[in-house]
């Protein structure tokens, strides 16, 4: 069973049945029990970019450290011993009401579910949140509309990580400048990398022509990949790193590759990270920040086994014949952190993993924190965020608080802290640590992480979060009311939602199965700096997707029949500048990276989608090549269509196919390299040039030789 669960998981999705539920983990509990720990160096992290509005890493936490890896199972035994006393008393409590036909009432939740929202002048209806544990009342709507900022903000900038994302030197549709995301497709020198489908293939783009160079597997010569996942893949310097995910192995896998100036792959070496799969249908597991990768990985914990800090972060380097007992410990647990008092047993550990791969072999170093199983990850480029959530059942069995917290993990190697907070983001793109020293954060009173399709299935009132950086370096007390402005809530499950510029976009549109006409046709637009009212956009469609096109925005969505492309001008008032329609038509990747947005001048630029016919559900990408890449123009904010290219094959060919025989990741990307326009389109790159219109001028087929799938049809997780 564990061979399918990215497939179960995805069609309890589409059918509506476990979007919101617990992701499934990474296999049975013995083969979590057997994968060991993934190795590395327990020396602090490498020098990297200092935390918000410190002169150096932070020393002092607001969380408990453990001392030793021996605290830790010690803690763990304690807390079983005490959860296990805390639902028996539960039962014994329930079991009194029940013979006395009473019961408290279940305390009010956090955020309201389905409170509307008074659009009226002059009144916004308060949130309600409950004492947090901390006494925090409800604010009246004078301090919500204050700035809570101790201190003045400075002169507006650009925020990060928005337009500049897309920098001339990236071919990645990044939400962060500098901060490279894990993908299929990346730019080496006068070579495009590709992953797919288990291999690596590298292609030269000479001014003249395409020239596939090399092929290889994207997993070493002495691996059997079977149940593996390689998803993403990162360059830094001439070392290519492929991330993935083993079922067989029980972790993190982690193979990196030489590449020389021709273009030649060549393997160097495997390291697996014990964990459970870090998969997301919106986010990405890894990043690059200069020669420091960072990447995400939970542990769902088991308090219960004989020693649960057997599954705590380690690793190895594979060989042939690699046993469990290689697995070695990230560390001596003291870089491992728990809040000064918890409501429950701990659930999961998440761990931010960094590895300086500038030298020959890789030093990693690990920090943790112990919380719930639910959680949404964020990188920024100083700090990966982790917010979990969890829920703590009264006498009657049913959910009386949600207990929130988000764990700020500095990148420069200090201490990591804690601050209870409320609601839950959506993805990634719910936060935004902005430059003004503020953590940015929009929430919805429902939700359940960012693991798997817990993306798609979100709930209830709305608000933002405005919380000053300096407040992680204090004391782990809950957030004010006053940090929360409340928003207009959108109704639908599926929302959409990206910080561009000084302003917060969002709304709710289709998801990964089949297109619909009944959404609420319109966008938001909310300056979170001055907290001035949101302003509701009328759309002919939903809001499928939302992207930064400069200091502007684009929102692209489906009426359950064409594919639409807004286009909204942020300054002054928020407002819709011009539409393109595509008829019969649905995106053909739903990920961050399906698109790009090159900006020639300000006001100008040219984009690109991958492009499906009308009513195809969202999941296609994962079974099928897309039709075409559509390429439109950007000219003062109006549209017009430069054209399409297109593909060549029809169907999915037998290549092979030994791993990775889904493409999680899409298999279709728009590829900007100075003034040349490219489209990945599956197993051909095609090359065009504008002039007016776009026209292919050449295109090159990089297909494996044509054989059998090693992989059963219907054993997708291999």
């Not at 190895?316 to 647990?333: C, L, N, Q, Y």
């Not at 990966?384 to 959910?399: F, K, L, P």
Request: aromatic share 8%.
């Amino acid at each position: 069973m564990r061979k399918v669960s990215r497939v179960l998981v995805l069609l309890a999705c589409v059918v509506g049945a476990a979007c919101a539920k617990k992701p499934a983990s990474s296999g049975d509990t013995s083969a979590q029990t057997q994968a060991g720990s993934l190795q590395g160096s327990s020396g602090s992290a490498a020098p990297g970019t200092n935390a918000k509005g410190r002169s150096g890493p932070r020393t002092q936490s607001n969380l408990v450290a453990f001392r030793s890896y021996d605290d830790v199972r010690s803690f763990l035994k304690t807390e079983v011993q005490n959860e296990k006393d805390h639902q028996a008393e539960l039962r014994r409590k329930r079991e009194e009401a029940r013979r006395a036909d009473a019961g408290a009432d279940a305390a009010k939740p956090i955020l309201k579910s389905g409170e509307p929202w008074d659009a009226g002048p002059g009144h916004k209806p308060a949130i309600h949140f409950d004492d947090l544990g901390g006494g925090v009342k409800e604010a009246s709507p004078a301090r919500r509309s204050a700035d809570p900022a101790p201190a003045a903000a400075a002169p507006a900038t650009a925020a990060k990580g928005d337009a500049k994302g897309t920098a001339a030197t990236s071919i990645t549709n990044n939400q962060h400048a500098g901060v490279d995301e894990g993908d299929i497709v990346k730019l080496f020198g006068k070579h495009l990398v590709v992953l797919r489908r288990g291999r690596i293939f590298s292609l030269r783009i000479e001014d003249k022509g395409i020239v596939p160079v090399d092929r290889v597997d994207a997993f070493g010569p002495d691996l059997d990949p079977s149940g593996t996942w390689y998803d993403e893949m990162l360059i830094s310097d001439h070392k290519l790193v492929v991330i993935g995910f083993s079922y067989a192995r029980g972790g993190t896998e982690v193979g990196f590759f030489d590449l020389d100036d021709a273009g030649h792959v060549k393997y160097r070496s495997t390291y697996h990270f014990r964990s459970n799969d870090y998969y997301s249908a919106r986010n990405y597991s890894s990043r690059l920040i200069g020669d420091k990768l960072v990447f995400y990985m939970p542990l769902y914990l088991n308090p219960y086994a004989d020693d649960p800090v057997r599954d705590f972060p380690a690793n190895r380097r594979w060989h042939a014949g690699a046993t469990v007992s290689e697995f070695k410990t990230i560390g001596d647990g003291s870089h491992v952190y728990r809040p000064q008092t918890l409501e429950g047993m701990p659930r999961a550990l998440h761990s931010v993993v960094t590895c300086d791969i500038s030298g020959a072999d890789p030093a990693c170093d690990a920090r943790s924190v112990l919380g719930s199983y639910s959680r949404t990850f964020y990188v920024s480029p100083s700090a990966v965020y982790v917010w979990t959530q969890d829920y703590r059942m009264n006498e009657q069995g049913s959910a009386a608080r949600v207990l929130a917290n988000v764990f700020q993990l500095p990148l420069d190697g200090g201490a990591p802290a804690k601050l209870p907070v409320s609601g839950a983001p959506v993805d990634q793109f719910s936060f935004l640590e902005g430059d003004d020293e503020n953590l940015n954060v929009v929430v919805r009173a429902q939700g359940n992480g960012d693991a798997m399709w817990q993306t798609e299935a979100r709930s209830g009132t709305m608000a933002a979060l405005r919380l000053p950086l300096s407040r992680f370096d204090g004391a782990d007390e809950p957030v004010p009311a006053a940090f929360y402005t409340e928003l207009p809530p959108v109704t639908g499950w599926s929302m959409q939602n990206r910080f561009v510029g000084d302003t917060l976009l969002y709304g709710e549109g289709n998801s990964w199965g089949y297109a619909h006409d009944d959404h609420e046709r319109r966008v938001f637009a909310y300056r979170y700096k001055d907290k001035s009212r949101p302003h509701a956009i009328s759309l002919d469609h939903g809001v499928d997707r939302i992207e930064p096109m400069g200091k502007n925005a684009l929102v692209v969505g489906g009426d359950g029949k064409d594919l639409h492309f807004t286009t909204l001008r942020l300054g002054g008032d928020p407002a819709r500048a011009a539409t393109y329609v595509r008829q019969h038509a649905s995106q053909g990747e739903l990920r961050s990276h399906g698109f790009f947005y090159r900006g020639d001048s300000e006001l100008s630029g040219v984009m690109g989608l991958p492009v499906r016919g009308e009513r195809e559900p969202g999941y296609a990408h994962l079974m099928r090549d897309s039709a075409y890449i559509l390429f439109l123009k950007s000219d003062a904010l109006k549209l017009g269509e430069l054209g399409q290219l297109g593909s060549n094959l029809v169907g999915q060919q037998q290549d092979g196919c030994r791993a990775s025989c889904v493409d999680w990741y899409g298999n279709a990307r728009p590829i900007f390299v100075g003034d040349r326009v490219f489209a990945l389109l599956g197993y051909e790159l095609v090359e065009g040039k504008i002039d007016g219109r776009i026209k292919e001028i050449r295109r090159a087929n990089f297909s494996p030789p044509a054989a059998p799938n090693r992989v059963p049809a219907n054993d997708y997780d291999d």
